[in-house]
């Protein structure tokens, strides 16, 4: 199955399609095929049928937009720490800085880990420890369901890396050791476009181009589009393609990670937000095996006409 979105380019416009992954169905190597299609071509594409109701899902989103709503200067007093925890204004985060000459992303976000507590250590390890929590006299329940998405998401996550690793000729549980998604690294973030319209020649985005560093990002949107993706990002000129939102779906992209792993099979692909005047609001689920799992070139992913990559291994 596949969702048709636009492609634009020097003015023109073309139809598009991003496969999509239905969880639910049984025949499973339908849905292997679909995701190894997708991601041999763009690394992109859609998930239904998750497990995660589209009520939960609608109450993440009222209170993702109640945290945005409160005054700047609440959001400030939970300002982004060393862990990578915490509220990132409009304007923190520049992705793209050979495009954005002057300005970072015209978004505000808000980062949500793995909470480990300080008293334990793993909490000393890159990005484990203690989240920031808005207070609950102020956003009541707000912990609980972000807490709750966490959690869901993280299923979804191993759901699709275990159709992943079937579509990569290894076993369905090779993503779920300990050392990999049983004990992951996995990061929320709440997402918010102020109504901004971007302007590409001026170097004005709402999100900068850039790729995902990580294993896979699952991505939740309202209804307002904005996201595009670059195929090739060496053509001159690039080619952007929008992907249009679709409700209750989530848009899955493949990160650097995978696509190392994979000996460059697999692609993680460039991408980019602009804003056309309307608030938007998005959840970005950013999934990465633990700290200690090994990365190197997957042994189904070489061969004497494809050699492993001068990549090192690494943690």
């Known amino acids: 199955m596949g969702i048709q979105s636009v492609e634009a380019y020097g003015g023109a416009t073309k139809s598009s399609m991003l496969n999509c992954i239905d969880l639910s169905d049984p025949d499973i190597d339908k849905s292997v095929n679909l995701l190894k299609q997708a991601c041999l071509d763009s690394g992109f594409f859609y998930v239904v049928n998750h497990g995660i109701s589209q009520d939960f899902m609608d109450e993440a989103f009222a209170q993702s937009r109640k945290f945005f709503g409160l005054p700047l200067k609440e959001k400030i007093k939970l300002l982004r720490n060393e862990k990578q925890r915490g509220y990132t204004p409009v304007l923190d ?15 505000e976000g808000y980062y949500i880990g793995v909470e480990v507590s300080e008293d334990d ?3 000393q390890k890159p990005f484990y420890g203690p989240n920031q929590w808005p207070a609950s006299d102020i956003l009541p329940g707000w912990r609980e369901t972000m807490e709750k998405y966490h959690r869901q998401a993280l299923e979804v996550g191993r759901a699709v890396g275990r159709i992943i690793a079937l579509a990569l000729d290894l076993g369905a549980d090779f993503f779920d050791k300990p050392d990999m998604l049983g004990e992951p690294i996995a990061t929320l973030r709440l997402l918010h ?3 901004q319209t971007s302007n590409p020649s001026r170097g004005l985005y709402g999100a900068g181009a850039h790729t995902d560093y990580g294993l896979i990002t699952l991505l939740a949107t309202d209804d307002v589009p904005g996201l595009q993706i670059c195929k090739d990002r060496d053509a001159k000129p690039q080619i952007w393609e929008d992907v249009a939102p679709l409700k209750g779906a989530f848009i899955v992209n493949l990160g650097d990670m995978l696509e190392r792993w994979s000996n460059c099979i697999f692609k993680s692909t460039l991408h980019r937000v602009l804003g056309n005047g309307q608030e938007r609001y998005s959840i970005a689920y950013f999934l990465e095996p633990n700290h200690d799992c090994l990365v190197e070139c997957l042994p189904t992913c070489k061969s004497e006409s494809n050699p492993p990559k001068t990549y090192e291994p690494s943690t």
């Open 93 to 107: 985060e520049l992705l793209d800085p050979e495009n954005q000459v002057h300005v970072g992303d015209y978004k």
């Open 121 to 123: 250590p793993e909490s």
């Open 193 to 195: 476009y102020e109504g």
